[in-house]
């Protein structure tokens, strides 16, 4: 079975600054997506950026990027400068291409510091 | 975004009750599924339809059911609630194509005492 794992519970980075987010996943499969959604304090879950497993080229929204390493199984997210909306947990998830269910790691709560 | 409606917000239950909650889509989606969320769990998945009448279940099924009359409906009953569903539960659904993630509703915060 599919893991997702983020070894980070909280995260704390000035504003302005620029912050990683890490995740690790476990699958024995070659095509999957993953995806990183951010959870403000409103509750509402926000879908903040995707990669497919096949494509090489690292993932960008505007001030978010990813670093995926498909050998290592690392899927982590770059924000940078940092502001004081940014503050939320993000959860990191993967979906293989054989299934319909989205699997989520524990997620990670990121402070942004004034 | 797909115009997910989740219902009701909020509620507070006695343990024994019984407990539905709702979820309604206005895109057509043919996939709907039910997490819950808790501290230091995320999110897990509790049951998923992925059409009218065809659900399957998730990682945390005990104590819940789904029924799916409508492609629109997607509703979650707790038979007889638990203080260990306390919870925020979240409604999603998916598009056609395997590129998407899923879009949530706005959850709901069940508390059970």
């Known amino acids: 079975a599919q893991t997702v794992t983020q070894s980070q519970p909280e995260m704390s980075v000035q504003e302005a600054e620029t912050v990683t987010l890490s995740c690790t996943y476990d699958t024995s499969e070659s095509d999957y997506y993953l995806f990183w959604y951010k959870q403000p304090p409103s509750r509402q879950m926000i879908l903040v950026i995707r990669?497919?497993?096949?494509?090489?080229q690292n993932a960008t929204e505007n001030r978010f990027s990813v670093n995926f390493q498909k050998a290592a199984k690392s899927f982590s997210l770059k924000i940078s400068d940092s502001q004081l909306g940014d503050a939320a947990m993000y959860f990191c998830?993967?979906?293989?291409?054989?299934?319909?269910?989205?699997?989520f790691g524990k997620g990670t709560r990121l402070h942004i510091l004034p | 975004d797909a115009g997910i409606t989740q219902s009701p917000r909020h509620k507070v239950t006695e343990t024994g009750t019984p407990v539905t909650l709702r979820c309604h889509q206005t895109e057509n989606h043919r996939y709907m599924y039910w997490y819950r969320q808790d501290p230091g769990h995320g999110l897990r998945l509790i049951h998923y339809s992925y059409g009218v009448k065809d659900t399957d279940k998730g990682e945390v099924s005990d104590g819940y059911s789904v029924s799916r009359s409508k492609t629109e409906d997607f509703l979650l009953t707790l038979e007889s609630a638990t203080s260990s569903q306390t919870s925020v539960y979240f409604c999603a659904t998916r598009g056609q194509g395997l590129i998407y993630g899923y879009t949530f509703g706005s959850g709901t915060r069940l508390t059970v005492v």
């Open positions: 998830a993967y979906r293989s291409y054989r299934d319909d269910k989205i699997i």
């Open positions: 990669q497919e497993a096949y494509k090489q």
